[in-house]
């Protein structure tokens, strides 16, 4: 998993080297207001995913089990409602905020910090080396981030992460991922590169990208969050489909013309030879309307047939 991690990021550390200018010896400044672009991934960053659309993840049944009986009213849920969005996701949606703590007598870098404006969760990373908590501290939505310097690039490993999602059509990603992070400026543009490792729900890593451009004019308002009755429902009711029994599943398929299983995802979908597969599948097609009462009745008794 490592070695497919490793060769996605050098592949972008190279193609950033040969754009960029020379960088320089001393390692960068994250330090700013960074404002997020959003010209990757718009099914992640912008109106979101239809339910079923799973392709390019390398989810495993599981997972796949996990977004089939997912319903999107589950998060107007009261205990739901103002969940912040861990490091792993936050991206897609939101301007970062990062600044850092120097241990006024040694002038060493203690600390990291990032704020994402979408409810504005915050992050501490640290650079003094300080060890990982042991495998039953408690687990947090921002978990434990410790970071190291790679040249210019900062690399970041967060573990100690509540469960929380891959995509917002109910794909989870566990308690048990670790998330490491690379951090590569190149003049104004900051990219942050997100690489999951998930024994629970993903059979590889989870690659993805995000760009984000210097803003020193970005603010974020603040974010209070208030649990209202957004949807009135039974008290214990907890929204979700039975296995098998959510009707939306074949939409996103249906709507393009793809193949049924290219939509359920999984690595296979992730990679060019895919493509040999995907021209010898039938593509899906909408369901024919259901007979009217009337068409379906019997003939009466006697009626001739026409």
Not at 58 to 77: G, K
Not at 108 to 124: D, I, K, S
Not at 263 to 286: D, F, H, I, N, W
Request: aromatic letters at 10%; charged letters at 20%; one cysteine or more.
């Amino acid at each position: 998993m490592r070695t497919c991690e490793r060769a996605a990021v050098a592949v972008l550390w190279a193609a950033m080297l040969i754009l960029a200018p020379a960088a320089a010896n001393a390692q960068v400044d994250l330090v700013g207001q960074w404002q997020a672009t959003y010209y990757e991934d718009p099914v992640d960053r912008r109106g979101g995913p239809l339910p079923g659309e799973y392709e390019g993840l390398p989810l495993n049944d599981a997972a796949r089990l996990h977004a089939d009986t997912w319903d999107p009213s589950l998060i107007s849920v009261p205990e739901r409602q103002c969940i912040p969005h861990p490091p792993d996701y936050g991206t897609n949606f939101s301007g970062a905020r990062i600044w850092k703590d120097i241990d006024p007598k040694t002038g060493q870098l203690v600390a990291l910090h990032t704020e994402l404006a979408w409810m504005m969760p915050r992050r501490t990373i640290w650079m003094d080396g300080r060890p990982r908590p042991p495998q039953h501290a408690p687990h947090t939505w921002q978990g434990f981030s410790s970071g190291v310097w790679e040249g210019d690039m900062l690399t970041v490993t967060t573990t100690h992460l509540k469960t929380g999602y891959t995509r917002r059509s109910g794909v989870p990603r566990s308690d048990k991922a670790v998330v490491r992070e690379h951090f590569i400026r190149n003049d104004n543009m900051l990219t942050w590169i997100t690489v999951v490792n998930d024994p629970v729900y993903l059979t590889q890593p989870y690659i993805k990208s995000r760009d984000f451009m210097y803003d020193p004019g970005l603010t974020f308002p603040a974010f209070p969050c208030k649990v209202v009755v957004e949807v009135p429902r039974e008290e214990g009711s907890v929204p979700h489909y039975l296995p098998g029994a959510n009707p939306y599943l074949k939409e996103y398929a249906v709507k393009h013309g793809l193949p049924l299983e290219a939509t359920r995802g999984g690595a296979e979908t992730l990679y060019p030879e895919y493509m040999v597969r995907l021209r010898t599948l039938p593509s899906e097609k909408a369901a024919p309307p259901a007979p009217s009462a009337a068409a379906s009745r019997p003939p009466s008794r006697g009626a001739r047939n026409q």
